[in-house]
């Protein structure tokens, strides 16, 4: 079966920039990571990472390119087949290109089709928009927490000792 994917550049503006792609559900995500560098017009030469997502975008595992881990205990995309981390249940990832950088794009599963004879996969389907220079800045934030926090405001008297049970008497 192929896979058509449309990724789309996380960016700022009000341009739209995104491809369209087509791979065999049986590639492996080194050769999704390949077909989006290129169709996005980078060399390719970068640290990049996919992580697994649900439906609200929240980052989930993380698939690289290479193990920097002390243990070597990465999961790599050139182990890791496409139809084994996307599918119609979980059908989204976020790709990350360049850690300098921070080249951001949503993947997500569009449809899943038969192989057409005469087409060489993966395939760049369809263009839309032109990459900036730069890559978009992303914005850090914490959650808004209240102002009022004290983190050393337990409502404990330290001094009762005969009311503390064991979680806070422990040592």
Known sequence: ????????????????????LEIRETDTLEDLHNI????????????????VSDDTWEQGEEISLFDL????????????????VVHEISP???????FF?????FVEL???????????YPNVMFV?????????QKLFE?????DDFDEFEDDLDIDDYENLDFDENWN
């Open 69 to 84: 881990s002390d243990d070597n205990s990465a999961r790599l995309m050139s182990e890791t087949l496409i139809n084994d």
């Open 92 to 98: 989204k990832l976020i790709y990350v290109y360049d």
């Open 110 to 120: 569009a449809e899943i089709v038969e192989e057409s004879e005469g087409i060489t």
């Open 142 to 146: 914490a959650d808004d927490f209240d």
């Open 128 to 136: 839309k928009g032109q990459v900036p220079d730069d890559a978009p």
């Open 36 to 51: 989006i560098t290129q169709s996005f017009g980078f060399d390719g030469t970068e640290m990049a990472s996919f992580y």
């Open 1 to 20: 079966m192929i896979y058509r994917f449309r990724v789309i550049l996380d960016n700022d503006t009000e341009d739209d920039v995104f491809r369209d």
């Open 101 to 105: 950088s921070m080249w951001t794009f």
